[in-house]
């Protein structure tokens, strides 16, 4: 190794360092410690000035190593190790000493601030001695996508990235896209019909020649790595075959039998032969075969024989798919509580409790009422429409004994609802909410509109819902009149929370994503990365990262187009060479590392008897390293050696 | 003294072990004549009536190459440590307890008063109805008894003095002992500070199947007769091998038994202990934290377990008092 000549610059951030941090102190000190050729300290390290502060030192006082002792690396890492490349250097010769996060912002007291700074600087003067010059590694991307769910935020995701000429294969669990937003009837704040927006996109897509809609399908495993996943598709069998079908709808109009429909929420029927709704898309029926009598008891077969086209196969198997993808947008959605888990709501014990989601139905022309808001009795829908009705914010929502976070989208949609109701029926409308959320571009405007409109607002939460004499009565807090309120009515609509979807653990499992608290999937960073995951080239878009509307969802999903165009567009894609390798000769293959990697980037090798790292894989995250008990893996950047440095340093001060 | 000829010159001292070491010597069976033909042993206080006084009078240099069994725990192996330093061209940390500390190491745990405490009064087996205990130096009629001074802590070798080669094992097996013999005698040692054993693990020379691990619950070997043919580890059992240096030709475990990790880390690992139970650790089959700490209380004496030859020479070593406040 050739002499090591550091530089080292501490940075004042304006005054966000410099106010409690003595910078030139910590200057001072690092200037005398054993390497330390230049040590300077200037306002804004980052900007122009600062970064040429660095190149001229560089060019001409022979530096080779750098320290920056400013803000996280998280921050600007990136940055300095470019300035470094600019003057000539390998970025990876450099440290980056954290003063603010660290130091200055965590404390009042300047003198402990200082401290701490200077330890901070002598442990990475000490570190960077052992940093080694890495290469930065550059793989191709392959030009196609993957978008696995067909929501909203999915479709619109879907469209962009075909639109700008990429291939895209559309993956969709259910028998037609359309997700949540095809049961809504209207949308918060325009009252627009949410069919009339949404199915031209379902259509463009179906049709789109770039677009491949994998309908009824689910991913069942990823291999690869960012710019080369192999994806594996399961088909699953619908028992019509797709391109012979023409959606006449003769199928389902003669089979005999009768199942609850999951798309009217348990309030109409459909057949076991059936297409979800009757704008889906593809207008291909799917065979339920749970409750198909001809796969239950051999005998039936009804749709097959009437079927025009003889597209109906009892025989069909589920096929696999491999798709060779460079990127994936994940975009698989939402669920809403499930309020049987709350008994004290009184949904499934009284016929006029209702979810919002089923409500959503009644007031939608399409659903099983036709549009009217109608009382049921004994199962069946009455001609009687309510007289007042309950709207209740926040079930499960911002309560700690089932989802401690606020659901988001709930606040408007029940104000809708108040209004849908009010205005077919004319009933009083009572809302039951803690507090009224209306951020968005329209919406405080939407529920002063409301409230103008007659519906009674009551702060306090519904806390139960009875039934005494035929008669359902809410009971709430009202936290206004500081009063014990329970307010008779003829319906009740349980706005739910919004949760995550059934299976996320699974899709988290197979893509390689985590999940926070709440089971939503986990962006980067929570800013300035929301639609990144921990795998690179795999993102997240709509309600699978949390609750959103519709606005949001489709920015998210055009948002996540965008991530995938740069990616595909710039054609190859940098690999961080920070990563684990093996000592193969060291390597006993006892293999502890191998199940424990995150990112299935070890595999055993029979041949050679040791285990090996795919470095386009690896994150570098050092779970391997820090398994394996030979000591043959190593992590470049994170070695042994440059960690006990910095360790020693930082804790003999 | 031997007279001088042109074979080597051994000397063999024995310090805070148990003797093993020794007896390994023996174990080489016939071929400890053939080490007979190549060197002279001029020191070897358990075979050779050579005393401290005959090591005194040699020159620097005299013995061609001393080998060290055993920690140091008082101011004689100390000072016989010194004395076999100066006057050795090479010297050979012969087994676990020279190269890391070795089981002695684990009285690190303990504070010297409270050892003493145990021994002399505690134990259920002392008998010591005055209370007396040793003294480094007591004055009689006849004059100064001494007695060495027992340190505060165990030392490795290589804390005293220099060593230049590590024969690791408890005790080392006899093909190691014969490989150095004939390394030494034809001049073939590896550079100075090396280890004499391979720098793979144990796993390298097990012939047991290996699979991915998953560990429900842990077991002494006691309570299961082990598959002879699966990995020890998924079994349950705590083994050391995947940490530990191999050169024991896997023996413990062709008998049926877990590594308890007598060769000490490979060089690339700082703290033995740590990386085992860094890789233990890893096995555990759950994601509850309760089930976690259940699954782990199956380990009894983690550190004794992961540390069993290794205290001396670990992070933990000099901090003993800390670790143990730590861990208790």
């Known amino acids: 190794m050739s002499e090591v000549r550091i530089a080292v610059y501490v940075c004042h951030c304006g005054t966000n360092i410099a106010d409690k941090v003595d910078v030139a102190g910590v200057r001072e000190f690092a200037r005398r410690l054993p390497g330390v050729e230049v040590a300077r300290d200037y306002q804004y390290m980052c900007a122009d000035p600062g970064q040429e502060l660095l190149r001229s030192d560089i060019r001409e006082r022979g530096i080779n190593r750098v320290v920056v002792a400013s803000c996280s690396p998280r921050m600007h890492e990136a940055t300095f190790r470019q300035v470094l490349e600019s003057a000539g250097l390998n970025g990876y010769l450099f440290e980056m000493a954290n003063i603010r996060e660290h130091c200055s912002w965590v404390t009042e007291e300047s003198e402990l601030a200082t401290h701490k700074a200077r330890a901070l600087v002598a442990a990475a003067v000490k570190r960077v001695r052992f940093h080694a010059p890495l290469e930065e590694r550059y793989v191709e991307v392959n030009q196609k996508a993957l978008v696995v769910g067909g929501g909203i935020a999915g479709i619109e995701a879907a469209l962009k990235i075909a639109r700008a000429g990429k291939k895209v294969w559309l993956v969709e669990r259910g028998p037609s896209i359309g997700g949540k937003m095809a049961g809504l009837d209207k949308t918060f704040p325009t009252l627009d019909c949410s069919a009339c927006i949404l199915t031209p996109k379902m259509v463009e897509a179906a049709q789109h020649p770039k677009i491949t809609l994998l309908s009824y399908s689910e991913v069942e495993g990823v291999d690869g790595y960012v710019g080369n996943f192999q994806v594996t598709v399961r088909r699953k069998a619908r028992y019509v075959r797709e391109e012979d079908c023409t959606g006449c709808g003769t199928c389902y109009q003669k089979c005999p039998k009768k199942v609850p429909s999951e798309f009217d929420g348990g309030l109409s029927h459909r057949k076991a032969i059936y297409v979800p709704f009757p704008q889906a898309v593809p207008n291909v029926p799917v065979i339920d075969r749970s409750n198909c009598i001809r796969f239950q008891t051999g005998r039936c077969g009804a749709c097959e024989k009437f079927c025009p086209r003889d597209a109906v196969d009892f025989e069909q198997e589920d096929e696999f798919l491999t798709l060779e993808v460079g990127a994936v947008i994940v975009a698989t959605g939402y669920e809403t509580f499930q309020p049987q888990e709350a008994p004290q709501w009184g949904w499934g014990r009284y016929e006029n409790v209702l979810t919002a989601r089923q409500l959503e139905r009644l007031v939608n022309a399409s659903g099983p009422t036709g549009g009217k808001v109608l009382l049921r009795r004994d199962g069946e829908f009455t001609d009687e429409v309510p007289k007042s009705v309950a709207v209740l914010h926040c079930i499960g929502s911002r309560d700690e004994n089932y989802y401690p976070y606020c659901s988001r989208l709930c606040c408007m949609a029940s104000l809708k609802l108040a209004h849908l109701i009010r205005e077919k029926t004319g009933a009083q409308v009572y809302s039951f909410y803690i507090d009224i959320r209306s951020a968005g571009k329209g919406y405080e405007e939407f529920y002063t509109r409301v409230q103008a409109e007659g519906i009674q607002f009551i702060r306090g939460k519904g806390a139960e819902v009875l039934e005494r004499d035929g008669q359902l009565y809410v009971h709430a807090e009202d936290t206004l009149l500081g009063a014990y309120r329970e307010v008779p009515v003829d319906m009740v609509v349980l706005s739910t929370a919004v949760t995550p979807a059934p299976g996320a653990e699974r899709v988290a499992q197979i893509f390689g994503i985590q999940r926070g608290q709440d089971g939503f999937f986990l962006e980067s960073h929570p800013k300035l990365e929301p639609l990144k995951t921990a795998t690179e080239g795999i993102y997240i878009v709509g309600c699978c990262q949390g609750p959103k509307d519709i606005p949001d969802s489709v920015a998210q999903g055009a948002g996540g187009a965008a991530e995938v165009l740069s990616l595909l567009t710039a054609g190859r894609v940098q690999i961080s060479p920070v990563v684990a390798e093996i000592d193969a000769e060291a390597c006993s293959g006892c293999k502890v590392c191998v199940p424990l990697c995150p990112y299935s980037a070890i595999k055993y090798d029979e041949e050679r008897g040791a285990c090996g790292v795919n470095e386009a894989l690896c994150k570098g995250c050092g779970t391997c390293v820090a398994s394996c008990p030979s000591g043959a893996l190593s992590c470049r950047h994170f070695t042994d050696e440059q960690i006990y440095a910095q360790i020693e340093e930082v804790s003999s001060l | ?328």
């Open chain 2, 1 to 328: 003294m031997p007279e001088r000829t042109g074979k080597l010159k051994f000397a063999l001292y024995w310090a805070a072990g148990c003797g093993g070491c020794e007896v390994a010597l023996l174990d080489t069976d016939e071929r400890l004549l053939e080490l007979a033909e190549l060197a002279d042993i001029v020191f070897w206080p358990i075979a050779v009536d050579a005393k401290r006084e005959h090591v005194e009078a040699m020159g620097e240099g005299d013995i061609d190459v001393a080998f060290i069994n055993g920690a140091v725990r008082n101011s004689e192996q100390e000072e016989m440590c010194r004395l076999l330093r100066e006057k050795s061209g090479t010297v050979v940390a012969f087994g676990s307890c020279a190269c890391f500390g070795g089981i002695p190491g684990l009285a690190n745990f303990f504070s010297r008063r409270e050892i003493l405490d145990w021994v002399y009064s505690a134990s259920p087996s002392t008998a010591n109805p005055d209370g007396i205990r040793p003294l480094p130096q007591h004055q009689v009629r006849e004059g100064r008894l001494t007695l060495p001074e027992f340190y505060r802590q165990v030392y490795k070798l290589n804390d005293i003095i220099q060593v230049d080669y590590y024969l690791p094992g408890c005790p080392p097996p006899p093909n190691l002992v014969l490989e150095a013999v004939t390394a030494i005698a034809e001049g073939k040692l590896p550079p100075p500070g090396s280890t004499l054993a391979p720098d793979t693990t144990v796993c390298e020379e097990c012939e047991r199947v290996k699979e991915e691990k998953r560990v429900r619950a842990f077991k002494r070997p006691h309570e299961i007769v082990p598959d002879p043919d699966r990995c020890l580890l998924e079994l349950g059992m705590v083994c050391c091998g995947p940490a530990t240096r191999a050169g024991c030709g896997a023996r413990c475990l062709s008998a049926n038994m877990p590594c308890r990790g007598c060769f000490g880390p490979t060089s690339r690992v700082l703290d033995h202990g740590a990386r085992i139970a860094g890789a233990i650790a890893t096995l555990v089959d759950s994601q509850d934290e309760e089930e976690i700490r259940d699954i782990l209380e199956g380990i009894p004496d983690p550190s004794g377990t992961f540390y069993r030859f290794g205290l001396p020479a670990s992070l933990l070593g000099g901090n003993r008092r800390k670790l143990r406040e730590g861990v208790s």
